[in-house]
Nanobody, 121 residues
């Protein structure tokens, strides 16, 4: 029932920009914390940026000042605006939704299928 669908990936030259979108369904989007992760081949999946239900944001050091995460609760969508892209930004970018609950575990999280971002030099 829960579905996260990423879009907006593609091929961009160094210094260019991309805007990723993640459309969520099957969850109460307005109370979910949303995050973007990325994973390059053979590498660990890293947190890129997150935004709480209240709109507070957090960024990894390697994207701070270049990327902006935002959300539109009316559209059940989270965005990642990526500027000044570098070849090292090349990865599959994944959307994650986290909901804190009352009960065992205290949380539930969900993942999208990922969207490829490739930065050429």
């Amino acid at each position: 029932q829960v579905q996260l669908v990423e879009s907006g990936g593609g091929l961009v030259q160094t210094g260019g920009s991309l805007r990723l979108s993640c459309a969520a369904s099957g969850i109460m989007f307005g109370v979910a914390a949303m995050s973007w992760y990325r994973q390059a081949p053979g590498k660990q999946r890293d947190l890129v940026a997150s935004i709480t239900s209240a709109g507070s944001t957090n960024y990894a050091d390697f994207v701070k000042g270049r990327f902006t995460i935002s959300r539109d609760n009316a559209k059940n969508t989270v965005y990642l605006q990526m500027n000044s892209l570098k070849p090292e930004d090349t990865a599959v970018y994944y959307c994650n939704a986290l909901v804190f609950i009352l009960g065992p575990g205290g949380r539930r999280d969900y993942w999208g299928q990922g969207t490829q971002v490739t930065i050429s030099s």
